[in-house]
């Protein structure tokens, strides 16, 4: 008859069950890690490429959608074709 404890198969088998579980989550552990590093690192690139674009006065530098309305928009753009970003975004080109 069963009186409810775990005998002393049952408990090496919880611990070893334990010790697959803590190593599952520091695998976890580490992957999220890894995610955040990799976030932030592409936002401080995305930061610098807006940095970057957003400064070039020479060039008119935008993006397009696919159906061709206007997304960004930079001063070298405002300064060639006259239009803010303000003015300008979600625009179709041609205007």
Request: proline content about 3%.
């Amino acid at each position: 008859m069963s009186t409810g404890n775990p005998g002393p198969d049952d408990a090496e088998s919880l611990r070893v069950r334990l010790r697959e579980l803590r190593k599952a989550l520091d695998e976890i552990s580490d992957l999220i890690d890894r995610a955040v590093t990799a976030e932030e690192a592409l936002r401080l690139s995305e930061e610098r490429f807006r940095m970057l674009v957003g400064g070039v006065r020479d060039y008119a530098i935008f993006m397009l959608d696919p159906q061709g309305y206007i997304g960004s928009w930079n001063l070298g753009a405002q300064l060639l074709k006259g239009y803010s970003a303000s003015e300008i975004i979600g625009k179709h080109f041609s205007i």
